[in-house]
């Protein structure tokens, strides 16, 4: 019976994840560590709008379980000493150096932390990789762990459970998911996991593989996503020069239960820390196992939603008559998506690069995404113009359209649908255009205030 669990990582899977577990089971002991202090500590703030991820109803669950049976900290030996199960949720990004950069993890903190589950563990304890992984790191993390000495007295199995959480529905992900899956070779230690999820997950949705299975699994899963979204962008390119409708055409299509609606709207393209990641991740697998064309066909969904933002940005360009060299853009939301704070791989970052490029004045607003987050993804820090572009966060939608020749609309804010047009279009310099990449603004009412309206896949 598993009483207490550590878990390294306490990032956007790693707390909400484990907020999860300790509030649905008060009889076991959960502990969440990492090495940067400063994350661990507003963990802890009292202040729960203060916490490092934001996801709706997480400040909630946290105020319930913290201190009773959920706990943050940097002790990370001692966490990992004292733990029945031990979750891997750190860092995997893509290696921007050395063999298999620009395609394959960097499992370095992966490694890591094995290495300090064998150094610290008692007895017999069940490692769980959480974090996003290539197929057969288990095989890796087995290795490590089966190199301490016999003497030691300790043992290990380990799983596989990746996650499948969408930020911004995170805790509702997993608090009643479509399925909880559970890959392994020790089928005690396969149980001892489903019996934690059994507390509130039904028996048929937790699922058991082999490791292998389940870690592929999680990579085609995003993979297959991520499809759907490159390829209604392309369908929405065509519907703008066609004269067709992408929302039509996406409620056409939808109908047909064999393809279903959901991840059918058309946008400025995927982000997130995931999709990718786990994508690339896919084409270096294929290519080290020599499947070229299979390679092929999953890099272009990756290249297909690159064009996609760098065409946005584009047309921005050219209907601002050919330049935005000093000209005042308001960009409406710059997380990935909505209801999260979460800015990696954002397709804002690319766009609002492009434009920065080119001389633009960008008004940047975001409900939560701080400055310093804009200036770590955009690589200049706020400020005036010094003959090139520049940029300036803005608390409200008023400020952004201040001067501004262009809104674009990049993030679907709920708050982002429900803007007073006329007030907004009084601010703006004429002739004055609204960029909607989400579809979700209310175009009538913009063109009412006499602003030109593009929204993307409507011809």
């Known amino acids: 019976m598993i009483r207490s669990i550590c878990c390294i990582g306490a990032g956007y899977v790693?707390?909400?994840?484990m907020a999860v577990i300790a509030d649905r089971c008060p009889g076991i002991q959960v502990t969440v560590v990492d090495l940067n202090a400063e994350r661990i500590a507003a963990w802890n703030d009292l202040d729960l709008s203060q916490l490092p991820v934001y996801e709706p109803g997480l400040d909630a669950l946290v105020g319930r379980a913290r201190g009773r049976n959920l706990h943050f900290s940097t002790a990370v030996e001692a966490a990992i000493a004292g733990a029945d199960m031990v979750f891997l949720s750190v860092n995997t990004p893509t290696k921007t150096k050395g063999v298999g950069a620009g395609q394959a993890s960097d499992l370095r903190w992966i490694e890591a932390s094995a290495r300090q589950v064998a150094a610290c563990a008692q007895g017999h304890t069940i490692v769980v990789e959480k974090s996003t992984l290539p197929v057969r790191t288990a095989e890796t993390v087995q290795t490590i762990l089966s190199a301490v000495p016999a003497a030691e007295g300790k043992t290990f199995s380990v799983l596989s459970n990746p996650e499948f959480l969408a930020e911004g529905t995170a805790i509702a992900d997993l608090q009643a998911p479509d399925r909880v899956l559970i890959g392994g070779e020790d089928p005690t230690a396969i149980e001892a996991l489903a019996a934690i999820y059994s507390q509130w997950v039904p028996a048929e949705r937790i699922l058991r593989t082999n490791l292998w299975s389940s870690e592929l699994s999680k990579l085609t899963a995003n993979a297959f996503l991520a499809q759907r979204i490159s390829s209604?962008?392309?369908?929405?390119a065509i519907c703008e020069a066609t004269g067709a409708d992408v929302g039509e055409v996406a409620k056409a299509i939808g109908a047909d239960s064999r393809i279903g609606?959901?991840?059918?709207?058309?946008?400025?393209?995927?982000?997130?820390?995931?999709?990718?990641?786990?994508?690339l991740n896919l084409v270096y697998l294929c290519g080290h196992y020599g499947l070229h064309e299979v390679a092929a066909y999953?890099?272009?969904?990756?290249t297909l939603n690159t064009w996609q933002q760098q065409r946005i940005a584009r047309l921005v360009v050219?209907?601002?008559f050919g330049t935005v060299s000093g000209k005042r853009i308001g960009v409406l939301g710059f997380a990935f998506k909505a209801d999260t704070n979460d800015t990696r791989e954002s397709p804002a970052i690319r766009i609002?690069?492009?434009?920065?490029?080119?001389?633009?004045?960008?008004q940047i607003v975001d409900p939560k995404v701080s400055e310093r987050q804009l200036e770590q993804d955009l690589g200049q820090p706020s400020g005036d113009c010094d003959g090139a572009g520049c940029w300036h966060q803005v608390p409200e939608v008023q400020q952004a359209a201040r001067g501004a020749d262009a809104l674009l609309?990049?993030?679907?804010?709920?708050?982002?649908?429900?803007?007073?047009?006329?007030?907004?279009?009084?601010?703006?310099?004429?002739?004055?255009w609204l960029f909607d990449a989400r579809a979700k603004a209310d175009a009538a009412a913009a063109r009412a205030a006499g602003l030109q309206v593009w929204t993307v896949g409507e011809g």
């Open 261 to 279: 609606a959901k991840f059918l709207k058309a946008g400025p393209g995927f982000g997130g820390s995931c999709f990718q990641k786990d994508i």
């Open 298 to 302: 999953w890099q272009q969904v990756v």
């Open 232 to 236: 209604i962008n392309a369908i929405a």
């Open 352 to 362: 609002c690069r492009d434009l920065l490029e080119e001389g633009a004045v960008l």
């Open 14 to 17: 790693g707390g909400p994840t």
């Open 318 to 320: 050219n209907r601002l």
């Open 409 to 432: 609309l990049l993030t679907e804010w709920q708050e982002f649908a429900q803007i007073d047009w006329a007030a907004v279009g009084e601010l703006m310099r004429r002739p004055a």
